[in-house]
Nanobody, 126 residues
Framework: QLVESGGGSVQAGGSLRLSCAVS????????MGWFRQAPEKEREGVAT????????YYVDSVEGRFTISQDNAKNTLYLQMNSLKPEDTAMYYC??????????????????????WGQGTQVTVS
């Protein structure tokens, strides 16, 4: 089960930190990711990180502004979002996929590979 929190409304240039509480994963390692979907747009991957590792992948539009991280002791995934822009407005989801570490941090995955999804948290930037 994946449960997101931390969304909200913020002015352009501001920051938010999203959290995703992970439960029920057992000992399985996964590629963990943050995705977003704006109205009338396709869901896109924002950032990914493999369980227990530090290498990360970012979509170009957020590179240098967003940081994905994880606290394995707390089973929590984070997305620190700085210098937010109006085009970052979307519903943000965390998700998990059984892909290899290399594919995870190289961005060699598709949205369809992610089988486990949270309910989403809304981020609005004005």
């Amino acid at each position: 089960q994946l449960v997101e929190s931390g969304g909200g409304s913020v002015q352009a240039g501001g920051s938010l930190r999203l959290s995703c509480a992970v439960s029920g994963r057992g000992d399985s390692n996964h590629c963990m990711g943050w995705f977003r979907q704006a109205p009338e747009k396709e869901r896109e991957g924002v950032a990914t990180i493999y369980t227990g590792r530090t290498s990360t992948y970012y979509v170009d539009s957020v590179e240098g502004r967003f940081t994905i991280s994880q606290d394995n002791a707390k089973n929590t995934l984070y997305l620190q979002m700085n210098s937010l822009k109006p085009e970052d407005t979307a519903m943000y989801y965390c998700a998990a996929a059984p892909v290899s570490p290399y594919n995870c941090y190289s961005g060699s995955w598709s949205v369809g590979m992610f089988h486990y999804w949270g309910q989403g948290t809304q981020v609005t930037v004005s």
